[in-house]
């Protein structure tokens, strides 16, 4: 039991770290409604002196910005990327978890290893491949190496482990085919790790900016992190368009994170793995 | 017409150096109800997961009624089975566990609808239809998975120890349910699997023990319990347990004696020196059930004189209708007897007990065979 000094001292060191984290975000969006010298100023105002929409105008029409492609891109990307990841993962840890066949441990430890070899070792031999393939500067090039995750597959094959081996039985004696089992009995039951899948792989491939920024030469072929480059020219970092686009950025992970929260915790924290 | 028939099954995991069931042979009549009992890892499950089609057979025929099913998928081998851990489905309904099965074999809806409500009246699921797993008791749980089982008008029946999940005062419920169910359901033969023998010997017509993948033996509760074939037969049914004594056949001049050195020696009744005469100066176990065992003061028990044998009680434990005590012999030999409720038994009373020897049995030490049969 906690004694009420040492609680105090526990909120008062969680406020503290949650303040220091909370403030730059805080201070971003303040910054957003601010007219481009009233960022510079020094000394700096925490509240608008004269409060103001122009950014966010801004970043949709200023010269060279193609925000809503760049938006649309990144959302495509994404979504398409998710979809891929979930429905690919499900599949390969549903077999790895519940069919018996050769090699099958091996197959799992290989696709495991994957995760070791860093992206940026595989950057170079991505776009050279993807040179040859022509997909340079194209969604699907953007997109390809994410399409399947091993750390998807290994999350959801620790979820199908969990679900006693007799539902799919009871299925098959049932009648149901080995796709309607994995699809009305198993895939329902291992939702909440599915969805936990869904917010990491989408706010991983949303933030995405190194692959994107190497395999896209086009303005509108841009996602949004790349894209945001625009804002820091040759001639200068244009700070209040930086911060109202950087608001705009963030506002679908935000969204997904509050709609699924309770999933990603209660999964990660049961399959004991972190994201 | 649900006879099934098992002839010379066997299976044999891939890494295993033993067959797990061997030269398994049965025949199941129409609606008989026959249970698969034996201690854990003897194969009862195995067999019975082989009768749906869940374990591929290594060898052998298994035919559901005149069919031969072996490489017949489970679904369409005419049977349902209850899962030990019931194998609800956790997202779906009562209703919808229910006509999952129907819906997947095609059947129009007004006919689930029809069929669902009809099992559910009969096992009084009414109430339950809408409710997920989750919001039900142990007891609800087993009744839905009975209903999504019959639904389906299976001609076999299986089930996996259905009510080991079940508390005590439930499990007898249950019991009593699965057997009238099995007289309402006329033409479904039902095969159950149990590691429970009270279970075997209240519920089944036939029970088939089973020990290290072998059938010992198949017979009705009566006969198992009065002529079991072996000594593992003879151990295994019955509670408490059948006790056994390590014993030397001896002939003397006025008869033929157990001798179990340090502890007794007892005058084996006449109509049965016969058939152990050919054992003499060599070990038998000599197998008495708990009730054959009285203090020596008990009316209407004829003592022979000297066939008696002192012991102390180690444990005593009145159930009210009966009284179960272990006792101790000198040599420490341990055996427990069951006693009317009214003797008065303490811990540490010395006893002098007598043995009905005309209901005991005697096994060949070495085979373990029942020589008195």
Known sequence: MLTRTQKVIIYLTLSIAAFLMVFPFLWSIISSFKFAHEIMAIPPTFWPENFTLTNYYQVFNSQGSQFGNWYKNSLICSSLVTASVCFFSALAGYSLAKFEYPHKEKIFYTILSTMMVPMQMLIIPWYIMFTHLKLNDTLIGIMLPGLISAFGIFLLRQAFERIPNSLVEAA???????????????????????????????????????????ITDSSHMKTLPVGLQAFAGQFGVEFHLIMAAANLVVIPSIIIFIVFQKHIIGSIASSGVKG | MAKVTLKNIKKKYPKAENYTVDNFNLDIEDHEFMIFVGPSGCGKSTVLRMIAGLETITDGELMIGDKLVNNLPGAKRSIAMVFQNYAL???????????????????DKDEIIKKVEAAALKLDLGDLLDRKPSEMSGGQCQRVAIGRAIVRDPKVFLMDEPLSNLDAKLRVKMRAEISKLHTALDTTTFIYVTHDQVEAMTMGTRIAVMHAGIIQQCDSPEVLYDSPINKFVAGFIGSPAMNFFDCVVKKEDNGIYLEMENCFKIKVPEDREEK??????????????????????????????????KAKAVVVEPLGSEKFVLFETKSGFEFTARFDPRVSVKKCDEFNLTFDLSLSHIFDSASELNITL
């Open chain 1, 172 to 214: 098959r004696l049932d009648g149901a085919s080995e796709f309607t089992i994995f699809r009305r009995i198993m895939f329902p039951l291992i939702k909440p790790s599915v969805a936990a899948l869904g917010i990491i792989t989408f706010v991983g491939n949303w933030d995405a900016f190194l692959w994107p920024m190497i």
């Open chain 2, 89 to 107: 489905y956790p997202h779906m309904t009562v209703r919808q566990n229910m006509s999952f099965s129907l819906e997947m074999n095609g059947m």
């Open chain 2, 276 to 309: 152990i005469i050919s054992y003499k100066e060599k070990h038998v176990w000599l197998g008495i059930r708990p009730q054959h065992i009285y203090p020596d003061d008990t009316k209407d028990i004829e003592v022979v004189p000297g066939n008696t044998l």
